[in-house]
């Protein structure tokens, strides 16, 4: 018996994303990222949110217009500038949001910590730099290491390519990135797909996020984003 739920919009799927709550969003960049679910959840009107994600946003779209409309507190991310997240930007220089830089290979371990159980691990990466500030350092067989906590959502936003109902997914190349250790890492997780088939149309082998992970599908319109937006 699936325990996931088919939605029939958008705006279903994310309906009780509470204020303050703490959200991964997949997408490497617009690759991957939950364009729809974003947008539904800017109509939902939910504030002062925690989101964690590879980047700060692109251009106008997706996370760029969350972030535009006001609504987030705070970003974690690996890479917060580039050249086409001026949204961000514009909102960091001016004391509006919070920034905490996780490093990207340690941005999905921690990640992956929380959907394991993992309650903490040491890892090489920022000993010796700012990042490490505040964190518990340890010599382990003669190399330093800092402390890291898993990163746990209320919620996470992810894309893939495929879902069956009973809420196995399939992701489409680079789309992947993200969405396999936030599924895993959030109480709620929610899905923007581009199909939805019946149980045993898809290839088990393929199959990346198994249906326990899984909360909530909506099956969406396939279009192609820039950050100028949809085509």
């Known amino acids: 018996m699936s325990r996931a739920e088919i939605l029939e919009s958008a705006d279903a799927a994310v309906a009780g994303i509470e204020d303050?709550?703490?959200v991964l969003v997949g997408g490497f960049g617009l690759a991957g990222m939950p364009f729809d679910l974003i947008d539904a959840l800017i109509r939902q009107?939910?504030?002062?949110?925690?989101?964690?994600?590879?980047?700060?946003?692109?251009?106008?779209?997706?996370?760029?217009?969350l972030l535009a409309a006001g609504r987030v507190r705070k970003v974690l991310?690996?890479?917060?500038?580039?050249?086409?997240s001026w949204v961000f930007d514009g909102l960091y220089r001016e004391g509006r949001i919070e920034l905490e830089v996780v490093p990207q290979g340690?941005?999905?371990?921690?990640?992956?910590?929380?959907?394991?159980?993992?309650?903490?691990?040491?890892?090489?990466?920022?000993?010796?730099?700012?990042?490490?500030?505040?964190?518990?350092?340890?010599?382990?067989?003669?190399?330093?290491?800092?402390?890291?906590?898993?990163?746990?959502?209320?919620?996470?936003?992810?894309?893939?390519?495929?879902?069956?109902?009973?809420?196995?997914l399939v992701y489409r190349k680079t789309a992947r990135n993200f969405g396999p250790v936030m599924a895993t890492a959030?109480?709620?997780?929610?899905?923007?797909?581009?199909?939805?088939?019946?149980?045993?149309k898809l290839d088990p082998e393929?199959?990346?996020t198994p249906s326990i992970y899984v909360d909530r599908i909506v099956q969406v319109e396939a279009r192609h984003y820039t950050v100028q937006g949809a085509r």
């Open 20 to 22: 303050g709550a703490t």
């Open 45 to 65: 009107g939910a504030k002062d949110l925690t989101i964690v994600s590879n980047n700060a946003g692109n251009g106008e779209v997706g996370l760029a217009a």
């Open 77 to 84: 991310c690996s890479f917060p500038r580039q050249s086409d």
């Open 106 to 168: 340690n941005l999905a371990e921690r990640m992956r910590a929380a959907g394991a159980g993992i309650g903490a691990f040491y890892c090489p990466t920022a000993v010796g730099t700012p990042l490490a500030e505040g964190k518990e350092e340890r010599e382990i067989d003669g190399r330093k290491y800092l402390l890291e906590y898993p990163i746990k959502g209320d919620y996470a936003l992810i894309g893939a390519h495929v879902a069956d109902t009973l809420g196995n």
């Open 186 to 200: 959030a109480t709620t997780t929610i899905v923007q797909v581009d199909e939805v088939v019946e149980p045993g």
């Open 206 to 208: 393929a199959v990346v």
